[in-house]
């Protein structure tokens, strides 16, 4: 499975510039998103969606990935028609991931998972949701929310899809899959963001050294 990461939002609510050129303990917050994707087996081909808006972050991963990581430049007028044209420019017509560049925690062993649960859900699309409660125990105010098995179950979209890139034109029966990692539920939007994902890092290395 490929895999594309939309990295052409300026991110004006961080407002520190290009947001996934951000610096989060010392490299650029989409390095999370694609290491994470490079250590993932089920993962081929990786691209990386930027706009008029990301010159820094498209000339880091040309030099950073030299050639490992293929850059796509779109107009970046919206994010639907950015990712639409993506597809299309890296001639995907298969299955593939579509992922946001502020989701610094994703790892390999979530990202099988994801793909896994894909595999046997009998539709051609998924998207990846966090429950509300999650995000709130984050301290997370989420822009979006939809209602999930009309019950009142509340949940949020986590920045992480999978697609027929086939059909990418058109719209896709999707399966929600509701996961309560909070890897999926905290993405930067602001400095808070920043600074909780720099404590969660630092402290899952430090775990890490001591195992």
Known sequence: MDAIIMAGGFGSRLGMGEKPFV????????SYVIDALQKTESIDDIYVAVSPATPKTASYIEEKYEGKVQVIPTGGGNYVGDMVYAVKVACINKPLMILMSDLPLLSPALLE????EYKVCGKPAMSIFSPISVCK????RPDTVFNWDGEGKLIVPSGVNIMDGKDVEHEQEYVSLVMDDIEFALNVNTV?????CKEMILERDAKSIKN
């Not at 125990?137 to 997370?140: K, P, Q, T, V, Y």
């Open 23 to 30: 610096d989060l303990l010392g490299k650029p917050l989409i």
């Open 113 to 116: 998972k994801v793909i896994a």
């Open 137 to 140: 125990s984050l301290g997370i």
């Open 192 to 196: 808070d963001d920043l600074k909780r």
